[in-house]
């Protein structure tokens, strides 16, 4: 065919010798369109699914730093139970550092039910895949928790100490012992902050001042001051803590709910003081410790203080206490936090004594009801 010949044949029309048969161009396009629109929806899908898969595993993820473990890798925790499953024997010579990994363990499946079955199912590089998107999003969470709680923190700071300088909520270099705030809240609870010896021994790491994870922080105590003669007394039921925990699982502006501390704060009464602090809601354990501290991204040392041993030195205190009178103790602690934190009752704080004695008393209110409705009626 002819140069000419292909230049006079009508736009669309295929040339003689390709023997194509002519067909609608407006067809040909709408066939081009509709494979187009296919591939499309499939690359859309496959993103689809992707991005299904990582909304699940950053959910998961995250519940596994707030619930489970703050440090320690999944891979971890399942290794230390297998490591007991191929046993033959019960190990006599089980390490606190294993029981603590089977706890977590334990904890993980609890958390992460259907992880088990799941694993159990998949090859081995599709099992690798998620045990590593999983700790991703757990460290992913991690992060954000700890950079929430770097304004917050100072906000709350600033409103209950009313340091001059304030404390800067988007610069950590001028928050830890070089802070007088920050600095009574992170002083061990056996040294006095308020004493300019002890203050400058801490900023100088001079011998006897020290600060290590294996001492409690002010800031873990209610009004921030520990009864040397009972160090138990107000541990953990500090108006920080609080906040910092509201701020982590439920929400910042559900801070506002903490005004006090103690046993006498109830809630109905924390939700009335709100009103009056609203204009602070919206700006609004070891997380806390780190928000205080001077240290500007997340690591598990800081200069003499150990973050992983002061947080299982908190995981311990409740979940290892030695003795019946610890463990009570515990249970009660729990039940305030669950009252603080949720408002419910106080039932679960009351002895069975006291308990009996309230059914008693309820029992012996009914029958008088009882009679005086009889009496009247005759």
């Not at 006095?192 to 001079?206: F, K, L, Y």
């Not at 806390?288 to 240290?295: E, I």
Request: proline share 4%; net charge neutral.
């Amino acid at each position: 065919m002819s140069q000419a010949a292909v230049e006079d044949a009508s736009p669309g029309q295929p040339p003689e010798s390709s023997l194509a048969v002519a067909t609608s161009e407006a067809a040909r396009q709408r066939r081009k369109i509709a494979a187009l629109e296919e591939k499309l929806q499939v690359l859309e899908s496959g993103h689809a699914v992707k991005q299904r898969e990582i909304n699940y595993y950053m959910s998961k993820g995250r519940a596994i730093r707030r619930i489970v473990t703050l440090f320690d890798n999944i891979e971890d925790l399942i290794g230390e139970n297998d490591r007991r499953c191929d046993l033959d024997s019960e190990d006599e010579n089980v390490t606190l550092d294993q029981e603590r990994l089977q706890t977590g363990f334990i904890s993980l499946t609890h958390t992460l039910p259907w992880l088990h079955s799941r694993a159990s199912d998949l090859e081995y590089d599709e099992y690798s895949h998620m045990l590593k998107k999983l700790r991703q999003w757990a460290d992913s969470g991690r992060g954000d928790d700890t950079s929430k709680l770097k304004s917050l923190v100072a906000d709350w700071v600033n409103r209950e100490f009313k340091p001059n300088p304030p404390v800067n909520p988007n610069d950590k270099y001028c928050r830890g012992f070089i802070n007088d705030s920050c600095g009574r809240l992170l002083c061990p609870t056996e040294l006095d902050w308020n004493n300019p010896i002890v203050r400058t021994g801490i900023r100088d790491r001079a011998d006897g001042y020290v600060v290590t994870e294996m001492s409690w922080p002010a800031f873990l105590y209610e009004q921030y001051t520990a009864d040397q003669n009972d160090l138990e007394k107000g541990l953990f039921k500090s108006t920080l803590l609080l906040q910092a925990f509201k701020a982590i699982f439920t929400s910042p502006s559900s801070t506002r709910e903490v005004a006090g501390d103690g046993d006498t704060d109830n809630v109905i009464q924390a939700n009335r003081r709100t009103n009056k602090d609203s204009h602070f809601g919206k700006k609004v354990k070891t997380h806390l410790r780190f928000a205080l501290s001077s240290v500007n991204s997340w690591r598990s040392i800081d200069g003499d203080f150990d973050y992983i041993p002061f947080w299982q030195n908190i995981v311990d205190f409740f979940e290892r206490p030695p003795g019946r009178t610890a463990q009570q103790n515990v249970k009660r602690l729990l039940a305030w936090w669950t009252r603080k934190v949720f408002g419910t009752s106080r039932r679960a704080e009351l002895s069975d004594g006291t308990k009996a004695r309230m059914s008693v008393n309820a029992l012996a209110r009914q029958r008088a009801q009882l009679d005086d409705a009889l009496f009247d009626s005759e």
